[in-house]
């Protein structure tokens, strides 16, 4: 049984050839034919059956198999969403690749255990981009409810982009407890209150003591924030909000009053660069499952408390979230989309 059985009771729709033949009709408009919805269901099952033996498995291969149920499960979705053609059509590959990783790796390991946060990968053509591409790169928003409030879709960033461990992880408030046991980086900082109006610009309150370690990211892209309480101000008129929007993420392991995902903006990956929360999720659990495929003694032993092991509580709690968030994500993503056929806006 997975652990977050209520969204895989809800993903098991994906399995249904019937279901999957409503939903593609309502969003996008076409009939989907036979050999298509079996693809759908074929690629929802095989992500069920990923999770759940990673769910019961060993963390010594727990990594790969939640990657293997992600690239499923984000391949299943494409073929949802995509107005034409099938399987025969994505984009060959994981659409991620490593970069660098045995010099990196290499020599000492204990050296390389304590460099784990610089491994890097670049974005490339394949099932990452054919991801970003029919997903628009979305983000479902939630500020005051367990329901999504609006959503927005972020330009999607150009290929060969290259992202580290640590830029992905420092980026996640779902690991706060261990960043605050740590000395590793965060880019995080809660949001108390937020508007926007095309008039009046974009507001938000946000956490000072968080903020204030990557506040010139947004000073840079013309954002001003100004101390009130404990909390600062951060204020942008249309424009700036229009052509640099904020990146958010949110906190789904901690949710606030147990229900609802709380709202955080970080920093930018890059002055232009902005990801979806589904799309940072797919390259951390890449970067983790790779690790442990083919690097598995530096996996093994960074498990096992080998010295220069340190980060191993905040790369444990790392694959826990993509166990728990990432079908979460998935299954609020399809639903935004069937609620928007619906007349059922969560628009800003």
Known sequence: MHKNSDHWQLLFSLESRDVVTKWHRKIVG???NARRAKEINFAAKQAREFFRNADSSNDSVKPLLTFYGVASLSRAVILLLRRTSGEASLNAGHGLETVGWRSVLG???SSGLSALGQLKI????GLFSDFLSETKNHICMHV???AVDWGLSYDIPPVGEEITLNDLISRLPDLQAQHQ???HERYYASVNEMSYTENGGFHAKVSENYFDVFKDSYADLGYSASESGHWLDLKCNDEIFKSYTPQYMHAYVNKNFGSIPSLYIVKPFSRESRY???AITYMLTYILGMLSRYF????ISLLSGEKGDEMWPVI?????YVDQCFPELVVEFIHDKLDATEGIQHRW
């Open 316 to 320: 444990h709690a790392a694959q826990r």
């Open 30 to 32: 076409r009939e989907l």
């Open 296 to 299: 598995p003694t530096h996996w």
């Open 122 to 125: 670049k974005t490339c053509s």
């Open 144 to 146: 005051r409810s367990s």
């Open 107 to 109: 020599g000492d390991l």
């Open 276 to 278: 979806s929360q589904m």
């Open 181 to 183: 046991r740590s000395s």
